[in-house]
């Protein structure tokens, strides 16, 4: 059986991606957790699903003030794969891959600030923050495989670092446990709030436009301090899986105002449980829900609150996006990514 060493961390949607995908991989999976130390309840969740953590204690990349403490994690890694004997390793931090690695390496961009400096800024990066795109361009450059999570996202990425078009996976995500629950007459966005590119502005703005509730479940605050202080939306904070779920499961408008978004588990958590999806007009959630959801221009919060009536009046519209949701399953992006696995050991081993 092969034997991945997987990278993941347990403060973001990678968590998810990364843990249901290990789980359904006919391989044996370890997963490097970085940053902080997953919570009791995700341990319980790694446990349940037999997957093996082990804490390496080593830093997040974007949380890092500069290259040193990336680098030595990345190297860090590399002896971690050789002490285990991985066949292959998959980081979902692609600036790690600059480490010599005795195996293949399949990096992911699930996203990364030169990308989202495009998309929501613009012009070069901040000279202080340059760093980390370069070092991400360069793991991105000696990996074995690059990949995406959409299309669309491939193309920002080739774009923005002057590479080949990367492969595109879309992500999986099991659908979350639903209750029986009243019905909620109005509208719910969930994520990091505090992101600038999350244009959390236009739906508060949206929200005092419409004559309905409209819900933001989500950190208002992001952990280098850039904070958010909505006016209109009824802001909960943060909130466990299985209250989200239990938002889900009320059926309201789920809308996202993203200006830049890799793939969007939340908006799939939604279309899972049949809510009507009102979203930003961008190339990803276009190749994701074209057909399944309604768009809206970016940054038009008159456009927003007249997309969420109409979805109000017409609660059916959740349908459509429950079916395109089946799509996205673990088990399909398990699939696609066990032949990424198998090529690239292939091709290593033509090259050796």
């Known amino acids: ?35 902080p130390a997953p919570d009791p309840d995700q341990r319980m969740a790694a446990e ?13 990349d974007w949380l890092s003030d500069g290259p040193a403490p990336v680098l030595a994690a990345a190297d860090a890694l590399a002896r971690l794969a050789r002490d285990m004997g991985a066949d292959l390793v998959h980081l979902n931090a692609p600036a790690l891959a600059v480490a010599r690695f005795d195996m293949p390496v399949v990096a992911v961009n699930h996203g990364c600030l030169g990308t989202w400096w495009d998309a929501a800024r613009g012009g070069a990066v901040d000279a202080g923050l340059a760093w980390l795109p370069d070092l991400v361009g360069q793991g991105l450059r000696a990996a074995d495989r690059v990949l995406t999570p959409t299309r669309a996202y491939a193309e920002a990425t080739a774009r923005h670092y002057g590479l080949p078009l ?3 996976v879309h992500n999986g995500r099991t659908a979350l446990p639903l209750p029986d629950a009243q019905p909620f007459p109005g509208a719910l966005t969930v994520g990091r709030l505090w992101d600038e590119a999350k244009d959390t502005a236009t739906l508060d703005a949206a929200a005092a436009l419409l004559d309905a509730p409209f819900v933001a479940i989500g950190a208002t605050r992001a952990p280098h301090g850039a904070t958010v202080a909505p006016q209109h939306l009824q802001a909960t904070g943060p909130l466990p899986p299985e209250i989200v779920g239990h938002w ?20 799939l958590e939604a279309a899972q449980a049949g809510c009507p999806l009102v979203l930003s007009d961008i190339p990803t959630f276009r190749e994701l829900w074209d057909g399944a959801a309604t768009f809206v221009t970016p940054g ?3 456009g927003f609150a007249d997309a969420i009536a109409a979805a109000l009046a017409d609660p059916a519209q959740g349908q459509a996006a429950r079916r395109r949701a089946a799509r996205y399953t673990p088990a399909a992006t398990a699939a696609a990514m066990t032949e990424i696995y198998r090529d690239a050991l292939s091709r290593r081993t033509q090259a050796a």
């Open 1 to 35: 059986m092969m034997r991945v060493l997987m990278t993941t961390d347990a403060v973001g949607g990678v968590w998810h991606y990364a843990l249901e995908l290990a789980a359904a991989l006919d391989a044996d999976v370890v997963l490097a957790v970085l940053g």
């Open 48 to 60: 349940a699903a037999g997957v093996r953590l082990v804490d390496t204690g080593l830093p997040l």
């Open 166 to 168: 990367p492969l595109a």
């Open 248 to 267: 889900l499961a009320r059926r309201p408008v789920f809308a996202s105002a993203a200006r830049f978004e890799p793939f969007g588990l939340a908006v």
């Open 300 to 302: 038009d919060a008159q």
